[in-house]
């Protein structure tokens, strides 16, 4: 089946620094991915939608100048944490689709800001 | 507001018993229904899913019942194992849209 690989699988970073997560979609071209954000024993939020070639889709509440998406080429979206602070700390999750198919998630990356 | 409602938040199952856990949906233009498990700091598999044109699915031990009129489905785990104690999300989609809604999940306890 499609694999959709998510790189780092745990980051921890210096409050006020910067951190990227990569998501690749291995064996499928994804022109739309999703960025998740989950807290402990809660459900998957929607961050953001990754639009290849063109600029991202943010949820209501997510703040873009935060949370920068690209999402470069069919088989590659990243999102960069800056000036990462402890309360950015958190589980993330990229997802992809194949149209009209199920949905693959990344193995997800937990991020710790110190 | 919640696209999708979940229940129970938790379950805990002897081995060997079946887990149930119930979805509820508004969107009548939803036509793509998953199931998604997830282990503790890892991203959600897909489990099993279904689409409206059938009332129930089984793949193994799992089995989806849909109910269109009623806009739920459910899903249950005979024989329950140990193994399966995880988290189960439902999910809700439309097979044009992209966007997946997740339900708040269930932590399932299988206990021996």
């Known amino acids: 089946g499609a694999v959709v690989s998510q790189h780092p699988s745990w980051v921890i970073c210096k409050s006020g620094t910067s951190v990227k997560i990569e998501c690749r979609s291995l064996?499928?071209?994804?022109?739309?991915m999703f960025w998740y954000r989950q807290f402990p024993k809660q459900s998957l939020m929607l961050m953001a939608t990754?639009?290849?070639?063109?600029?991202?889709?943010?949820e209501q509440g997510v703040e873009k100048d935060k949370f920068l998406i690209n999402h470069a080429s069919l088989t590659l979206s990243t999102l960069t944490v800056t000036s990462a602070h402890p309360e950015d700390s958190s589980f993330y999750i990229c997802s992809a689709r194949v149209p009209y198919f199920e949905a693959f998630f990344g193995q997800g990356t937990r991020l710790t800001v110190v | 507001q919640q696209q999708v409602k979940q229940s129970p938040q938790s379950l805990i199952v002897q081995k060997g018993g079946i887990s149930i856990i119930n979805c509820a949906y508004e969107?009548?233009?939803?036509?793509?229904f998953p199931w998604y498990q997830q282990f503790p700091g890892k991203g959600p598999a897909l489990l099993i899913a279904i689409r409206p044109d059938v009332s129930e699915k089984k793949e193994g031990r799992f089995t989806i019942s849909f109910n269109k009129s009623a806009k739920q489905f459910s899903l249950h785990i005979m024989d329950s194992q140990p193994g399966d104690s995880a988290t189960y999300f439902c999910?809700?989609?439309?097979?044009?849209?992209?966007?997946?809604?997740f339900g708040t999940g269930t932590s399932l306890t299988v206990i021996p």
């Open positions: 064996d499928f071209q994804a022109t739309t």
């Open positions: 990754s639009n290849e070639g063109s600029k991202a889709t943010y």
């Open positions: 969107n009548t233009a939803f036509d793509y």
């Open positions: 999910a809700a989609s439309r097979n044009t849209g992209n966007q997946f809604y």
